[in-house]
């Protein structure tokens, strides 16, 4: 109909009737690329919006798994010690040669922490990082996943083989079944556990492992990697939460 009206116009020469009709047309031109515009704004700020969401749940995952963690570690580490005080001082703490055999096979546990990062990596995959316009934000989350990356938080160290191939599979089987397991949230548990073998086999096989002073010199240095592990986990704990803060706060900047 607009058109139909705008060739009347310029066949009967209706210079201003045509200018009327320009400007109608540009202006509504205009006010539907800015309704676009707008409608596209307001849903990558919903997007935005559903990504912090989704990061605050990573970020929460990981602030439960730091702290199962250290927890573990630091079990590990009890039976570490006992394990380098008797191979040092001679010293069983009154405890049984087969507490002394699962303190060595227990010290050799890890379980490495991985950050939940799935929704931040989606974000750099498919090139929406821009959806978070907050780049103070942007920096902090780069620096938190990079540090969350780091090696020393999931390192095997010799040790673990080492000791695993010194110690018999029956014993091994043993421990696994009876002697560790994980919870209903697939978390790693130490499990107190009757012995399966008599006290002198238990002291030949703990003999075999003391006598390798290579083996022992790796447990040392097992211990201190879940030390040096257990600092930064603690520092990604402090992280986390500082992070967990700041989208707490552009996401109730944003909120409609």
């Avoid at 001679?90 to 379980?111: E, I, P, T, V």
């Amino acid at each position: 109909m607009l058109l139909r009206r705008m060739t009347k116009h310029v066949k009967d020469q209706n210079w201003t009737a045509i200018a009327i009709d320009f400007v109608i047309v540009v202006t509504g031109v205009f006010l539907g690329i800015q309704l676009g515009n707008w409608n596209d704004e307001r849903a990558d700020k919903q997007r935005g919006q559903d990504y912090l969401e989704r990061i605050v749940a990573d970020l929460d995952a990981d602030l439960r798994v730091y702290e199962q963690q250290i927890q573990f570690w630091s079990n590990v580490s009890d039976y570490g010690r006992d394990a380098i005080t008797y191979a040092d001082q001679d010293d069983a703490g009154n405890k049984s040669q087969w507490q002394l055999l699962l303190a060595y096979f227990q010290a050799s546990q890890f379980g490495g922490f991985y950050s939940t990062d799935t929704t931040y990596e989606e974000l750099k995959s498919a090139g929406e990082l821009g959806l978070i316009d907050n780049v103070t934000l942007r920096d902090q989350l780069a620096s938190y996943y990079r540090g969350s990356d780091n090696s020393i938080l999931s390192e095997r160290t010799r040790y673990r083989e080492h000791v695993r191939g010194t110690i018999p599979t029956d014993v091994q089987s043993y421990i696994w079944d009876n002697c560790f397991g994980w919870n209903a949230n697939a978390e790693q548990m130490i499990r107190d556990c009757d012995p399966p073998i008599g006290e002198d086999r238990a002291r030949e096989i703990v003999d075999r492992i003391i006598e390798d002073e290579q083996l022992i010199e790796e447990l040392r240095y097992s211990m201190s990697a879940l030390e040096i592990a257990s600092k930064a986990a603690s520092l990604g704990i402090d992280q986390a939460r500082d992070l967990r803060e700041l989208v707490d706060e552009q996401m109730d900047g944003e909120a409609p």
